[in-house]
């Protein structure tokens, strides 16, 4: 990695070296990226880089780096009124705490993460986010929420591709067993 880039150039780094799968790499220009905009006083460019670390190090399985490069930035997200990336932030965040194993954490801070897209009618994200959360749940000895979340996540999407109606059909028949019968 070159040194001396300016806060872009080592997103556009960052960038490229994910694209390339050479996810540590990514992980540390998006962290110099981070630094770099920390510097010139633009906080939440600085958050942003700091999630995309930790999406990089999570891919390049150093969890604990993951959590280190996420913790906080949610935070700044929300004093600046950014839910959208608040939310992203904490998914980042649960996405790490689980991959510790750190599952009760990893588990409320989907949950949060959840709701806040819901508010904000973020249907596609809650959706991808519902299906890990519904892993976790699953992962947790939860099945009846795995299967109760999943279907959530589902729900808002307007359109289903295959694997998605399908998971859609199933999950529907645990549901109706649950239902009292109508006369």
Do not use: H
Request: aromatic share 4%.
């Amino acid at each position: 990695m070159t040194t001396d880039l300016t806060p872009k150039q080592y997103a556009a780094e960052g960038r490229g070296a994910y694209q390339r799968k050479e996810y540590a790499a990514a992980g540390r220009a998006f962290t110099s990226a981070a630094q770099g905009y920390l510097a010139a006083g633009e906080a939440l460019s600085a958050a942003e880089m700091r999630n995309n670390a930790s999406v990089a190090f999570l891919q390049a399985k150093q969890s604990g780096a993951a959590l280190q490069a996420v913790e906080g930035t949610a935070e700044i997200f929300a004093a600046a009124g950014d839910t959208r990336r608040q939310a992203m932030a904490l998914g980042n965040r649960a996405a790490a705490l689980e991959s510790l194993d750190r599952l009760e954490e990893a588990l409320a801070d989907y949950e949060l993460a959840a709701e806040l897209f819901k508010q904000i009618r973020e249907v596609d994200l809650r959706a991808n986010l519902m299906q890990s959360l519904s892993a976790l749940q699953l992962r947790m000895g939860r099945q009846l929420e795995a299967v109760v979340t999943m279907q959530a996540g589902l729900e808002g999407l307007k359109r289903l591709n295959v694997a998605q109606r399908l998971a859609k059909r199933i999950l529907q028949s645990p549901l109706n067993m649950l239902k009292p019968p109508t006369d």
